[in-house]
């Protein structure tokens, strides 16, 4: 804005060269909007799954013990969770996929994750750096963070 604003009172400043800083602040205020707008939508999504999480594990806490009717039900959506998490862990995503959504846990799960993951692993397992790149550039706010924390608590980075 500040250009614009600059431009526009430059007496030397010719109406298409105003025009086209305008032009230019709006590509990159429409740039931002949609960049908030996917950061919003994945907060969003995180929201979600957490409070799943969370009632979840609430669930289990307001019984009253283990003999309570209510635990096989919990325990068996748990060990539906550890099901698709090995499945997930061995690269059998489509039936981690089936599983999840057949017994009602994407919430509970992190599909995705493993997912992008596994195209990682392959990537780097047949020589590609590319994917390992870009899932760095695109997390390398939390990667800085998680080197800050290794630095923090061990004095060094490894």
């Known amino acids: 804005m500040k250009d614009t604003t600059n431009a526009s009172l430059n007496a030397n400043a010719t109406p298409d060269e105003v025009l086209r800083n305008v032009d230019s602040m709006i590509a990159k205020m429409r740039g931002l ?3 908030l707008t996917a950061l919003s939508d994945e907060e969003t999504r995180l929201q979600q799954q957490t409070q799943s999480r969370i009632q979840h594990l609430n669930e289990l806490y307001n019984m009253q ?10 325990s068996r959506t748990r060990l539906d969770r550890l099901l698709v998490d090995y499945l997930l862990r061995h690269g059998y995503k489509e039936s981690a996929t089936a599983l999840a959504k057949e017994k009602n846990i994407e919430e509970l799960v992190d599909v995705e ?3 992008q993951m596994g195209r990682i692993r392959e990537s780097l397992s047949r020589g590609r750096v590319n994917e390992a790149l870009t899932w760095c550039n695109e997390n390398k706010k939390e990667l800085r963070k998680a080197e800050v924390r290794t630095v923090e608590r061990f004095g060094t980075t490894v």
């Open 33 to 35: 909007k949609r960049k």
């Open 113 to 115: 994750t493993f997912v």
């Open 65 to 74: 013990s283990l003999d309570d009717v209510k635990y096989e039900t919990w």
